[in-house]
């Protein structure tokens, strides 16, 4: 008998296979930050989080070309695997676990991958309160279940949250709740706008193809937890005869052209969501951005 694994409904991985990519990752992790290559953990790392890692051990590398003196490996314990049931590709499933950084932050990654000869990747990394982490909707043998980006079922589709959310940190609006990534976001931005002698200007767009695509679990309520995201970038234009202030060596290390009169600065941005049942607003609990690359004019 032959399974067809891009239509048969199976498990995305074993436990154990989860367990050795993650285990995987955070060895050419660590390898990689120690000694600010990115080459060593390129092939664990895709989408939003190999974007946002490259950046930061390129930066890194051009600061301190022997390494990172600073560096202490990042150890994760209490790991909590959630595997969905799915048909196709990709393949993907969720590790939540504890971390020896960030206090009592809980590390979520999501893993995916594209095909059988592929190796695991991760993809997108959230930190999270221990009290945010919702409780999925598993079966009789503890597999979780996949929500279909175009799910109408939700108080948005997975597949629209990205946008929504783009949308929304330009214009406001009711579909998040107010929180630390939303309102208080915005908050800070408009604070940010207008400063002596120099202006801020934002503009986010959303990134919804190949490895940015949005992934949901479904929770014990009937909602979803959503992982998806976003790019926005930062323009900061000096009033005329002053300059842009020194953003720093790290900023300096990702940006091409000299700073005068303005710096644009692009990051990219991912975050995981609580999108209930029906109708009711989006929460946003947790993001994780990095610049990713800056332009001086």
Known sequence: MVVHGEREVLPSATRAEAAKALEQFTTAYN???????SSLDADYVTGALGDIDAAR??????????????????????????????AGWPRWFVADA?????????????FTRNGLNEPWQATYLTLALPGDVPKF????????E????????LALPPG???????????????VFEDGRHTSKWRADRAKDAKRPGLVSQFIDEPLTDGDYAPLALRTTDGGAL????????????????????SPGKAVEALTKGEIKQSLTMEFVSNEMALDPKGSG????IGRTQGLTSAKGE
């Open 31 to 37: 390898k990689a930050d120690k000694a600010y290559d």
């Open 57 to 86: 051990l390129k930066a890194g590398k051009a600061i301190s070309p022997a390494g990172n003196a600073a560096h202490s490996p990042l150890k994760l314990s209490d790991v909590k695997f959630t595997i969905p049931k799915k």
């Open 98 to 110: 504890a971390g020896n950084k960030y206090g009592s932050a809980r590390w979520i990654f999501v």
């Open 137 to 144: 909707k598993t079966d009789k043998d503890g597999w979780a």
């Open 146 to 153: 996949a929500v279909p980006a175009n799910s109408t079922e």
């Open 160 to 174: 629209d949250l990205s946008k929504a959310y783009s949308t929304y940190l330009k214009e406001g609006g009711d």
């Open 226 to 245: 959503v992982f998806f995201t976003t790019r926005y970038y930062e323009k900061q234009t000096a009033y005329a005869g002053t300059s842009v202030p």
């Open 281 to 284: 607003k989006v929460r946003v």
